[in-house]
């Protein structure tokens, strides 16, 4: 597989801030302010340390710190300046009342110190307004998470080649990420969250994969210490028991995630069932996706479906430890907009992407699961991490 750099094209970057605009006229501001970078990223098409200071009409302003000539190569925009300090931005801003900001995650002291450069106005979050943007995928994001579900098929395909009795789950990542990262998997996720830390990869393996920690994930692993208490460990792999790889894969900025199971030598039949069962509510609950039905009522469908199959205790983890979410939507982000939850209350829409995950856990014995990254087209999904779904035996 080749690799090349992509540029997000002058008219890609021109059709998202013509939909933005009207947003933040509509909600009486003077001008926004982009300072989280995956944003600034989906809005010019860099990533240099900068940020965006967008107007209901004019040209949008990209204020670059550092590295100047490559912003100028990476993004179409024409208004790209250089600054050394915030207080370099004055002259170009005019008088400002009500200015948005992405209050959500820029920090308190970043804020206080916009505010005193700008004057007395009124700060209003804008984050909002580019998550709602995004959920909606362009043709060009499209492609760019098709490679990204070409990798991730590759990656899976080749787990039997480094798997074995004795190896260790974290060895068995490195591999794979090492063989990922030559086809050009960037080796970070990127979520919106304070204090969120982990691999691209899970690894568990028998009763780690019934170990929950910091992460809201049906299972978390056991890391290999206090100080990261998540994901793959030091843990011999066996036969004979269920082996869960989730791998999630960043191309050029964007995720696609994806989990299968693995066994050595055979899966105990409990696994077998209840990933046949995973496998039923994945599609189902599709179904009636396509159907219309809402988010927050397709996670209770899927409940509902766990528990007619007998396994309402284990879906979505078990006991204190589960969680109220089924999907979750993908791009730039891991975790964006739609979420197939039960505090999202929306229907699902042709252009957006997102990832299912039905998974089942066992305690003190292990977990099973699958999940795909899907795009939602007009009349129909498109399942785009289509690799063969049957466990793998090794």
Not at 243 to 249: A, P, S
């Amino acid at each position: 597989m080749s690799h090349r750099i992509r540029h997000t094209p002058k008219a890609e970057i021109e059709s998202r801030l013509e939909r933005l605009k009207p947003l933040v006229e509509k909600a009486s501001l003077d001008g926004a302010f982009f300072h989280y970078k995956i944003d600034y990223f989906y809005l010019s098409g860099t990533m240099q340390d900068a940020f965006l200071y967008v107007r209901p009409e004019g040209e949008p302003i990209l204020f670059v710190r550092r590295e100047l000539g490559r912003a100028q190569r990476e993004s179409p925009l024409e208004e790209i300046v250089p600054i050394k300090t915030f207080r370099d931005i004055k002259p170009f801003l005019g008088p400002l009342k009500r200015v948005g900001m992405q209050l959500d995650v820029v920090p308190y002291a970043m804020a206080m110190k916009f505010r005193e450069i700008l004057g007395d106005v009124t700060l209003v979050d804008v984050s909002p307004l580019t998550q709602q943007l995004r959920k909606y995928k362009s043709p060009f994001e499209i492609s760019i998470l098709e490679r990204a579900a070409a990798i991730s098929n590759q990656v899976y395909d080749a787990v039997p080649d480094f798997l074995r009795e004795g190896l260790r789950e974290i060895e068995l990542g490195g591999m794979l990420e090492n063989f990922a990262k030559s086809l050009g998997h960037e080796g970070l996720l990127r979520v919106r969250s304070l204090n969120y830390e982990a691999y691209t990869w899970h690894i568990l393996s028998g009763r780690t994969g019934s170990i929950v920690s910091q992460s809201d994930s049906p299972m978390g692993g056991l890391g290999l210490s206090p100080a990261f208490p998540v994901g793959a460990s030091m843990k011999k792999m066996k036969r004979g028991e269920p082996i869960l790889v989730d791998f999630g894969i960043s191309y050029h900025g964007y995720h696609v995630d994806q989990t299968r199971m693995y066994a050595i030598g055979h899966m105990p039949e409990p696994f077998v069932k209840a990933y046949n069962v995973c496998r039923d509510i994945q599609y189902r609950v599709l179904d009636k996706a396509l159907e219309g039905m809402r988010t927050a009522d397709l996670f209770m469908y899927s409940k509902q479906l766990a528990e007619d199959a007998g396994f309402g205790e284990n879906y979505l983890g078990y006991g204190l430890h589960k969680v109220n979410f089924l999907g979750h939507g993908i791009g730039l982000e891991l975790a964006e907009l739609p979420f197939i939850a039960r505090t999202h209350d929306y229907p699902l829409e042709a252009g957006m992407t997102f990832a299912i995950e039905p998974k089942m856990v066992f305690p003190n014995m292990g977990a099973c699961g699958i999940e795909n990254t899907v795009l939602l087209e007009p009349g129909g999904y498109r399942i785009l991490t289509n690799r063969d779904e049957q466990i793998t035996i090794v």
